[in-house]
């Protein structure tokens, strides 16, 4: 299976209530990781993007818990854009995958959740670099 196959919107339960709902998330359940880290992106700016890296060995979990967003995933020989916009969605993204984020609607806000702790040297920064590697 090519990586970007790999990477695809993951139903996450969802309990219905007149009072709310709410969905929960197990790591090594419901998603094919260990939870090691729960970060978020808030306050983005209209027109702002984030992302323009990829990472060696991390697995990660994007949701939009409100508002709207797109991911734009590439495996360097293909890219696929999904649209997030319902907080029980999780796009599951697999290692060595380049992924640019853009289209934030106001108040958006942007939930991972990532198989390991924050090492630098997971990163791909460059682009080139990033290519030269899947080669
Ligand atoms: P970065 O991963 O580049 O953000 P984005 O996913 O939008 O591209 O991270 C931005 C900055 O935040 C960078 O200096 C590293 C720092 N950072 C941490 O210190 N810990 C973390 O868990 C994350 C995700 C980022």
Redesign the pocket.
Known sequence: MQSLDKCQIIDLPKIRDYRGNLTFIEGDKHIPFDIK?V?Y?YDVPGGSE????AHRNLSQLMIAISGSFDVILDDGATSKRVTLNRPYHGLYICPMIWRE?ENFSSGAVCL?L?SNL?S?ED?YRSRDEFLKSIK
């Open positions: 880290r970060y992106l984030r992302g323009g890296h984020l991972v990532a924050y630098e990163y």
